[in-house]
């Protein structure tokens, strides 16, 4: 079962992981500085929540585990493991088309909404991960 145990860290390659989805209660931390943001995270069986300098980032009901979370202007890309099937949002660009990608096979296009958000679902195993990677056209 893979979780962060501390809620969210920095690894060593740069990027971020976060997330407990064993948590019966709402945990958060706040103020995470990584890289000149501050990040929050609020994690629990029902939901994983991020936001990056008080904008939204990373939201998935019930809540997961996501490691390496790596995003550029072009490109957002991590791996995620919970326990069911889970609905995760991401704030990305306005009103654009993202391919997407999981453990390198292709799943599509599709075209966030006018606020920039794009919503996955995935049947999620919590003893694997799955390699996400979102990439603007």
Partial sequence: MAVVEELI????????SFGNYTLNV???VSDFEHQGDLYKVKTFNE????EKNGMFVYESVPGTAVFHLDTNDNTISFEVAGNEMAQITLELEAEKEYEILKNDSYLGK???NLGGK???SLDL???EMDSIKVVKL
């Fill in 9 to 16: 860290r920095k690894e060593s390659d740069g990027t971020i």
């Fill in 26 to 28: 709402k945990s958060k």
């Fill in 47 to 50: 939901l994983t929540k991020l």
């Fill in 110 to 112: 599709m075209k966030t």
């Fill in 118 to 120: 794009l919503v996955l």
């Fill in 125 to 127: 195993d919590e003893d």
